[in-house]
């Protein structure tokens, strides 16, 4: 790797911070995840990725999601990153969460995943790794998340054990949901409820252009 290239790839490192409520956040776009991630003798990546870091604060402990998502400049679409880490167009609904915490939020959440390979022509986002984030330029990356409380607790044990009181009759009935088997979607519900309404998420990052395709070959 020439002089040139190791001084171009230097300068491919992008950070902003940001509060919300009572959290906060940092993010950044470099070329590869993590602190070595250029020059010769490191693995360098091609792909733009996206860095994250939240600190959840009193949320600490406390069962929760986490959520991470790149909303378009004009507010219209949105992408988000699945428990399965397969980015997505999001179709409505509840969000889906990045992370799930059932036995307690960390008090730092740290993600390096890399950017959306999405072609707003049609709509669909692809697994292919972009080199650049030309057509990313403006997207904002979102991050955020939600803690089940106490009260919040209580509400999914009383609504368990009415369903479990009544589950042999309704089977009888013919009118169980397998859904009522499972209390993840209240949960999530909760979650999402206690992000939105304490202001727990929020813009984190407006993606720069960077070009981690390296500019020739030689040594």
Same mark, same amino acid.
């Given at each position: 790797?020439?002089? @040139?290239?190791?001084?171009?790839a230097?300068?491919?490192?992008?950070?902003?911070?940001?509060?919300? !409520?009572?959290?906060?956040?940092? &993010?950044?776009?470099?070329?590869?995840?993590?602190?070595? #991630?250029?020059?010769?003798?490191?693995?360098?990546?091609?792909?733009?990725?996206?860095?994250v870091?939240?600190?959840? !604060? +009193?949320?600490?402990? =406390?069962?929760? %999601?986490?959520?991470?998502?790149?909303?378009?400049?004009?507010?219209?679409?949105? %992408?988000?990153l699945?428990l399965?880490?397969?980015?997505? @167009?999001?179709?409505?609904?509840?969000?889906?969460?990045?992370?799930?915490?059932?036995?307690?939020l960390?008090?730092t959440?740290? %993600? #390096?995943?890399?950017?959306?390979?999405?072609?707003?022509?049609n709509?669909?986002?692809?697994?292919?790794s972009?080199?650049?984030?030309?057509?990313?330029?403006?997207?904002?990356?979102?991050?955020?998340?939600?803690a089940?409380?106490?009260?919040?607790? =209580?509400?999914?044990?009383?609504?368990? +054990?009415? *369903?479990?009181s009544?589950?042999?009759?309704?089977? +009888?009935?013919?009118?169980?949901?397998?859904h009522?088997?499972?209390?993840?979607?209240?949960?999530?519900? %909760? &979650? #999402? =409820?206690?992000?939105?309404?304490?202001? =727990?998420?929020?813009?984190? *990052?407006?993606i720069?252009?960077?070009?981690?395709?390296?500019?020739?070959?030689?040594?």
């Open positions: 790797m020439n002089m @040139k290239k190791i001084a171009i230097c300068a491919l490192g992008f950070s902003a911070n940001a509060a919300f !409520g009572a959290v906060s956040a940092t &993010a950044s776009i470099t070329c590869g995840a993590g602190t070595n #991630q250029f020059g010769y003798g490191f693995e360098y990546s091609s792909t733009p990725t996206i860095n870091t939240l600190n959840t !604060g +009193a949320d600490a402990g =406390k069962p929760g %999601l986490f959520w991470l998502g790149v909303l378009t400049p004009d507010q219209q679409t949105a %992408l988000v699945p399965n880490g397969r980015w997505e @167009k999001y179709q409505g609904g509840l969000y889906p969460p990045q992370s799930r915490y059932d036995n307690g960390p008090s959440i740290s %993600l #390096q995943i890399p950017v959306p390979s999405y072609d707003p022509e709509g669909q986002v692809f697994n292919s972009p080199t650049t984030t030309a057509q990313y330029i403006g997207y904002s990356v979102y991050v955020g998340h939600g089940l409380d106490s009260k919040s607790l =209580k509400l999914v044990a009383d609504r368990r +054990a009415y *369903l479990d009544i589950r042999e009759e309704r089977i +009888a009935q013919g009118r169980w949901s397998h009522y088997d499972s209390d993840d979607q209240y949960k999530w519900a %909760l &979650a #999402q =409820k206690d992000m939105t309404d304490s202001n =727990k998420w929020g813009a984190v *990052l407006s720069p252009f960077i070009n981690c395709q390296p500019d020739d070959q030689g040594g």
